[in-house]
């Protein structure tokens, strides 16, 4: 019987509701910044994903530098550094007993209040001693609200354990039966995910990596022979948690990985929930992440008609991996099954797991004929499962949740937030020299020293275009100013672009002062859709290694360069923005040294702020108050500044010996 996806495991994301018949609705004017940044990305997709495999000549040139790439993709993930293996507190809150096999309904701490809602399938009889070989099973996306998602996958458990296998199956944080968030950026706006490191992938992985860790305690395990498999967002998180940890001896990704020509170029990023993802602060093609699986055994399952995994990009990778695999020696352990349909769990896919896992784990490449029993029958809500879903809850009533989950919140907690502290007397330089330096490490690997100035100078009263980098227009508007100005005062505009004056321009401005109002992309006239849900073009830049804010500090340097070439020289630049605008002026300026001075209107004083820039890794170094006393002793203006962090701003001008140039007001 062929199981329709829609009984199994519905499609990434939300469920869309079904419109009744209309003419299809004509797609929306684009914006003038649209064909810019899509080309700019697309750039920035084909330079990413180019170097591999051919950067690697030998395989031990990668083993040599495993561990190194390792290192990079835990903290991509979150998880650098890696959280204390803290006790699990297993615990088995009931059984059921099947023809053949026994379900166990257990839950497990991967972090103390982090709760893990699972069921252990496992055969009825195991002989006192043997070790049976087991099976981690990672769940997609299938809501089956208080039940758990996992409840929805029995088939391929209940077959594993009537075929001699110990298997977990474990919910995911966001279809837990204790739900949290996958939808961070997709759709709950919270930006600062980005800003602090944070991916629902590092959860499901460090999940997994404690399950696995439950299933080598167990008398009934064998170690050396566990599998980790998965559908759709199952797939993605076996490919980490396989790429992770060596203890996955055979890993069978299913309908879950694709590459960035894909997700970003062919915006396939758009249908993808955000525990599909890491931030790729390394640049790393995307394949790399999966090849740190080999040599083990990976078979790598897609379907030619899934609009969520679309087949060119399959092919791709298959073939990237495949000429990886060969410099093991090895390419008899890296298998691809192609499935005729769309996305979905259908009996060829079935057979093709069960028997490559056989192969690998118990010696037995036999084909497998009975993969097609205990299947879900009926559809919707006359869907009907082997087990009823709500006899596979681990908390069968609500007042059974535990009280101290932190699952809810975790997003808050999983990755830590650096504490800089102020630096003593004497120690400023230095402390600003590390800060710097972690800066460019993190949220700023792209940056060079200096940005190259723009070509050309700005004519006074135009609107003029500049090219900040390359496939990247901005704009700036050259006001009329004094023959003799006493001061450049470079003004960074809001969405609104350059055609409008700031308002709060007026209170800051003197008659001898040069102005130039500067629009950074995706403002003003190079706007872009900014839909959201999917938030396309703020998705897009982490997975390419960047931020569309980290891109306007860019602009704003090349901004700054091009008018030293176009005022007078000795005339000092200062830089002045409210709001976002404002912190985007303050990283540009701790980058920029030709930069004389900066003025702040109602900054945001934390990235934990959805007002803040988002930054990749940024909180995980520093937080804005660290940035601001890091412009000492330059002089600092902030006017309606609030919060605890002003107090900071001022300690770290103290230490610089610079008080008499911080303003506040």
């Known amino acids: 019987m062929h199981v329709r996806l829609s009984r199994l495991v519905p499609v990434l994301l939300v469920c869309l509701p079904v419109l009744a018949a209309k003419p299809p609705a004509s797609p929306p004017e684009p914006l003038p910044g649209d064909a810019m940044i899509e080309a700019y990305l697309a750039r920035l997709t084909s330079e990413v994903e180019a170097p591999f495999p051919g950067n690697f000549k030998t395989a031990e040139e990668w083993l040599s530098r495993r561990p190194e790439l390792r290192k990079q993709l835990q903290y991509m993930l979150g998880l650098d550094p890696l959280p204390e293996r803290t006790p699990l507190n297993a615990t088995v809150t ?116 404690r399950g696995l860790d439950y299933l080598a305690s167990r008398a009934d395990v064998d170690p050396e022979r566990i599998a980790v498999t998965g559908l759709s967002g199952g797939g993605a998180s076996t490919v980490y948690l396989a790429a992770m ?122 084909p497998v004929t009975d993969s097609e029993q205990d299947l879900v029958t009926g559809e919707g809500t006359k869907a009907v499962y082997p087990i009823p879903l709500e006899k596979l809850r681990v908390f069968p009533r609500d007042e059974d949740l535990p009280k101290d989950q932190i699952n809810t919140r975790i997003d808050e907690l999983f990755v830590p937030m650096a504490n800089v502290e102020v630096p003593g007397a004497g120690d400023f330089e230095p402390w600003k020299a590390n800060l710097l330096k972690r800066l460019r490490e993190t949220s700023f690997r792209q940056f060079p020293e200096l940005i190259t100035p723009p070509a050309g100078e700005l004519p006074a009263g135009d609107m003029a275009p500049l090219q900040s980098e390359e496939g990247i227009t901005i704009y700036v508007r050259r006001l009329a100013a004094d023959e003799k100005p006493g001061r450049c005062l470079l003004a960074l505009t809001g969405p609104e672009g350059v055609a409008t004056q700031p308002s709060w321009l007026d209170d800051l401005r003197r008659p001898d002062d040069e102005v130039l109002l500067c629009e950074t992309r995706g403002q003003g006239r190079t706007r872009w859709d900014t839909k959201s849900p999917p938030n396309r073009v703020v998705r897009s830049h982490p997975l390419v290694g960047r931020t569309v804010d980290a891109g306007r500090v860019w602009d704003v340097m090349a901004a700054i360069r091009s008018a030293r070439t176009t005022i007078k020289p000795g005339v000092p630049v200062q830089l002045v923005g409210q709001g976002t605008e404002g912190i985007i002026a303050a990283y540009a300026a701790l980058f920029e040294p030709d930069v004389a001075g900066v003025t702040l209107i109602d900054p945001p004083m934390s990235h934990m702020d959805p007002k803040a820039p988002v930054l990749m890794n940024v909180l995980r170094v520093c937080d804005i108050p660290d940035v601001l006393g890091a412009l000492a002793p330059r002089p600092l203006t902030l006017i309606g500044a609030k919060g605890e962090g002003v107090e900071k701003v001022r300690k770290i001008y103290e230490a610089a010996g610079a008080s008499d140039r911080l303003t506040i007001r």
């Open 94 to 209: 009931g059984t059921l007993q099947r023809d053949g096999y026994v379900v166990d309904l257990l839950h497990y701490q991967s972090r103390p209040g982090l709760y893990v809602t699972a069921n252990l399938y496992r055969p009825a009889a195991i002989p006192a001693g043997e070790r049976l070989p087991a099976v981690l099973y990672v769940c997609g996306h299938g809501n089956r609200g208080r039940n758990g998602v996992k409840t929805g996958y029995q088939s391929s458990p209940i077959w594993f354990a009537k075929h001699g296998y110990v298997c977990l199956i474990i919910d995911t944080v966001q279809l837990s039966e204790i739900a949290g968030i996958h939808h961070g950026t997709y759709r709950e706006r919270r930006y600062w995910w980005v800003s602090r490191g944070y991916t629902p992938a590092g959860v499901e992985c460090w999940n997994g990596i």
């Open 245 to 366: 940890d060596d203890r996955v001896k055979v890993a069978v990704p299913i309908s879950g990985w694709s590459d960035l020509t894909c997700y970003v170029a062919d915006s396939t990023v758009n249908r993808h929930c955000d525990c599909m993802f890491v931030y790729n602060a390394y640049t790393w093609p995307w394949t790399q992440i999966a090849a740190l699986i080999a040599p083990r055994p990976l078979l790598f399952i897609n379907s030619d008609a899934d609009a969520l995994f679309p087949m060119d990009g399959n092919e791709r990778i298959s073939n990237r991996l495949e000429r990886f695999y060969s410099l093991f020696g090895a390419g008899d352990r890296f298998e691809t099954l192609v499935s005729i349909g769309g996305h979905a769990y259908r009996q060829d896919i079935r057979q093709g797991v069960y028997r490559f896992i056989n192969s690998h784990l118990k010696n037995d490449p036999r």
